[in-house]
């Protein structure tokens, strides 16, 4: 087995300085990258912290007892991420989802749903608004957060043997109380409930049909998420990837399925239903089938860095110009600078010389911006 690599820089403190450009860019809502790709989707990291150690997002030789997880002064505040969120939705953001780390482990959590429910779109609806957790803390914050305004949540939950899960997660921890955050979930109208299982070959791809069963026809949509080369820390190999089509030709042999169309414009799984009508299934594919020509994914970290991919080396400092005086307009022209000159597309990219950095800089670790 090949040997873990430890990082030796740390992307939490470094940075690209978000720029105000010569000329205002007003937000309209028809922003566009240079590809063409619209800004639709802000994933917000609020923790960099997660009570997990799943070994192909913080593994423990790396995120240990004493790793340094950043100070509480340098998060964005609720009302600093409110702020941002809002010039983001004013350049045609719809879709707002919250993620860490592991999102549940910020205190208050529900007082910073209810602010980003009061927040409009363009079209001056409210976002939709969404959350994903490991579920370990659902069952107790499931309702505080449906009150708050949160519309529904994604469970990443990676096998139902016990054994299995507990091993993966590398704290111990049961699967049956994930079960019990799930449903709570559902009781609390957090739905439609997804449920998303990261499938490593020879780790955990023997769960795959039995997800498929226990999920099929609860109303549920359960998520099979080729394990990828994010970060530096999790000693990825591509022979330890399960091609979608697999995953899906082995549950098709048991149960017959037919393919959706997408829900949304830029959506990141293939949708696949059951043709006896008992509900569906998705596939993420970033490995074997890269979605890059329609990605309209931003990422804030949980200190104010703008990403504007996954895979991404480095951010765009936000914070700097929150903390330093800019006006509602200045920040959002910083934001639509910055997306206009977005270029990136790694997945279209992996495994030539052209999906490095140049820079020979690691890519950004998934715990610290969120999947």
Sequence with gaps: ???????????????????????????????????????????ISVTDRCNFRCSYCMPKEVFDKDYQYLPHA????????????RQFLAHGVHKIRLTGGEPLLRK???????????????????????????????????RALKEAGLQRVTVSLDGLDDAVFRRMNDVDFPVAEVLEGIAAAREAGLGPVKVNMVVKRGTNDHEILTMARHFRG?????????????????GWRMDEVMPSAEVRARIASEFPLVPLDPAAPGET???WGYADGAGEVGFISSVTQAFCGDCNRARLSTEGKLYLCLFAANG??????????????????AIGHIWQGRDDHYSELRGTLAADTGTGARRVEMSYIGG
């Design 218 to 234: 609860s109303g549920i949509v359960l998520r099979f998420i080729e394990y990828m080369d994010v970060g530096a820390t999790n």
């Design 269 to 271: 799984a293939q949708r």
């Design 316 to 333: 765009y400092d936000l914070r700097a110009l929150v903390r330093g005086g800019a006006s509602d307009e200045e920040l959002a022209s």
């Design 108 to 142: 208050n959590l529900e007082i910073l749903v209810s602010q980003l429910a009061q927040l409009r779109t363009v079209d001056g609806t409210p976002p939709e608004l969404t959350l994903t957790t490991n579920g370990s803390l659902l069952a107790r914050k499931a």
């Design 1 to 43: 087995m090949a040997e873990r690599v430890i990082p030796l820089v740390d992307q939490r403190l470094t940075a690209l300085r978000a720029m105000l450009p010569e000329r205002s860019i007003p937000a309209t809502g028809l922003l566009a990258d240079t590809r063409g790709r619209p800004l639709r989707d802000l994933r």
């Design 74 to 85: 340098s998060l964005l505040s609720f009302e600093e991420i409110t702020r941002v969120a």
